[in-house]
């Protein structure tokens, strides 16, 4: 079994290599990958993603403009060669040590989708309207798709890869989690939630997505309540109750 860390990142020469060494260094039962894609960034984060790449540490794709969260995240599936994926945002807001409980139900069998939940972990909050957002996302996917979620914007989302790539995505900015969140539910895949870690950083420090992306998000849960997926087959069939 492998896993495959899925990287997005524009702009984050701060923080990336530190990221990269907490990935590196997590113990995992499982072997595993480290796809980064560079999303056009201009401050240093390409320079530094083309020289680890030359060295073997991580495969590495590259957009000329940054395209969003999204596009590059579609970018890295191309590249996925392992049984399960998660993606990490680029900053330190995440930390990697999470992955080895976010990926156990997928090992055990008992599940095919595990979200990482900030809610249910004892964490800081980001900024209240970022936090209260969240919440508002969670609470009309649970009202418009019948699901339990407490966190549906968070980053640590894992999949089997079977069921990431039946998804047919269309995103590319941070709609990427609703579209997934809506898919998942259409495909009658389970979403499982276990508590994580989470350190909020500030807009100074680089965080990037604003309120007009929450605007697209409630879009993007209500335009996906009716999607029909495209095909069926072992990883993509409904499960049993």
């Known amino acids: 079994m492998k896993l495959s860390v899925i990287v997005p990142v524009y702009n984050e020469i701060a923080t990336l290599e530190t990221l990269l060494d907490r990935i590196n260094r997590v113990p995992l039962p499982v072997d595993k990958e480290i796809?980064?894609?560079?999303?056009?960034?201009?401050?240093?984060?390409?320079?530094?993603?083309?020289?680890l790449a030359s060295k073997g540490a991580i495969t590495a794709r590259f957009h000329q403009r940054n395209i969003?969260?999204?596009?590059?995240?579609?970018?890295?599936?191309?590249?996925?060669?392992?049984?399960i994926v998660i993606i990490q945002d680029g900053d330190?807001?995440?930390?990697?040590?999470?992955?080895?409980k976010l990926i156990q139900p997928i090992l055990d069998g008992t599940a095919r989708?595990?979200?990482?939940?900030?809610?249910?972990?004892?964490?800081?909050?980001?900024?209240?309207r970022f936090y209260w957002g969240g919440r508002v996302l969670s609470f009309l996917a649970n009202r418009i798709y019948?699901?339990?979620i407490t966190d549906e914007p968070t980053c640590y989302k894992v999949f089997k890869t079977g069921v990431l790539r039946s998804?047919?995505?269309?995103?590319?900015?941070?709609?990427?989690?609703?579209e997934v969140t809506a898919k998942l539910v259409r495909l009658g895949v389970r979403i499982k939630e276990l508590p994580i870690s989470y350190a909020p950083r500030s807009i100074k420090e680089g965080k990037k997505i604003r309120w007009t992306d929450g605007i697209i998000a409630i879009?993007?849960?209500?335009?996906?309540r009716n999607w029909v997926p495209p095909t069926h087959d072992a990883d993509r069939a409904p499960e049993e109750s």
């Open 35 to 51: 796809i980064v894609i560079d999303d056009g960034s201009t401050d240093g984060t390409r320079d530094l993603v083309e020289g």
């Open 68 to 83: 969003g969260k999204g596009g590059a995240i579609r970018t890295g599936i191309e590249a996925v060669s392992g049984d």
């Open 92 to 100: 330190l807001e995440y930390d990697p040590a999470d992955y080895r």
């Open 113 to 128: 989708a595990v979200y990482g939940s900030r809610v249910l972990g004892k964490n800081p909050k980001s900024y209240l």
């Open 146 to 148: 019948g699901t339990q």
């Open 167 to 178: 998804m047919a995505l269309e995103c590319t900015g941070f709609e990427f989690c609703p």
């Open 219 to 224: 879009w993007t849960l209500w335009k996906y």
